[in-house]
């Protein structure tokens, strides 16, 4: 049976790369579930489109969403592992899809330890992570959170969420967000990517991060562990960034802890987190 490009399988990774549901973690996530059927599907129907179709598969992944770091360490699991056959393959991304889909909840539990009991929490950007840990704190913990709207209006959303959710939400229009740090007790924001020295995020977050060591405030960064990417792998995608509307370029140190559910790290250490993976020879 030939024919894969038209499988519904197929179909869906698309759909999920043009229109994602949910965070990066969450989107990656799924895309890595169904990449796993239409491996099993490719080794039971049509063997001897193995390892082509899954090869055009990946790339087409990673061509459009070069920024994803989710969805470039799946890449990386398939193609460290395309020559070992389908049964790894699939394995190793029904193994990123578990990671990334248990990543949220754990992240939410130890983000929400460090929001401060009556005091003000100013969310940078949609992260869904940053969302979940403001949920998970709002169950022990009185406080009240400000959003900016974001250059494309997405905080709206993300404050109707939390609003909807019984949290305490202020929407500060996007040129007023630094002013606002002088009633704010911590910063929380989520990343598309890290890496050994830097992070991916929102256009506004680096003057917001910088104003924020110069007031002494303290400022965190939650993301998936399965965000750490090394430098080739890093570069790659803030190349991608830094030609995309409404993505920079920030560097890690500026926050004073980097929450991943490996544990909290510095950001020496969630440097070196991202520099010891291994790197396909496809990618680098």
Do not use: Y
Not at 66 to 72: D, E, I, Q
Request: net charge negative; glycine share 8%.
């Amino acid at each position: 049976m030939t024919g894969w490009q038209e499988w519904p399988a197929r179909h869906r990774i698309d759909s999920l790369i043009d229109a994602p549901q949910g965070g990066e973690a969450e989107n990656g996530s799924l895309i890595a579930a169904e990449l796993a059927l239409f491996v099993e599907r490719i080794d039971a129907n049509a063997p001897e489109a193995f390892p082509e179709a899954i090869d055009s598969m990946v790339r087409s992944i990673v061509a459009h969403r070069p920024t994803s770091a989710p969805l470039l360490t799946l890449a990386n699991a398939v193609f460290l592992t395309i020559d070992r056959g389908p049964a790894t393959v699939i394995a190793e991304v029904r193994s990123v899809a578990e990671r990334l889909r248990t990543s949220v909840g754990i992240l939410a539990t130890m983000g929400a330890a460090f929001i401060p009991d009556g005091g003000s929490v100013l969310a940078r950007g949609t992260s869904s992570s940053v969302r979940r840990l403001l949920e998970r704190a709002d169950g022990d913990k009185k406080f009240r959170v400000m959003c900016g709207t974001g250059w494309d209006g997405g905080g709206r959303l993300f404050v109707s969420d939390l609003a909807d959710a019984g949290i305490s939400v202020e929407l500060v229009e996007e040129d007023l967000v630094v002013d606002s740090l002088l009633g704010v007790d911590l910063i929380v924001t989520g990343a598309s990517a890290f890496g050994p020295k830097t992070m991916i995020n929102t256009v506004g977050t680096d003057v917001l991060v910088r104003e924020a060591a110069a007031l002494d405030l303290r400022v965190l960064l939650v993301t998936s562990a399965d965000k750490a990417l090394p430098a080739r792998l890093f570069d790659r995608a803030a190349a991608a960034a830094v030609a995309t509307q409404g993505l920079e370029v920030v560097g890690l140190e500026h926050f004073e802890a980097i929450v991943t559910e490996l544990g909290v790290l510095d950001p020496v250490a969630a440097g070196r987190l991202a520099e010891r993976r291994e790197v396909a020879p496809q990618l680098a």
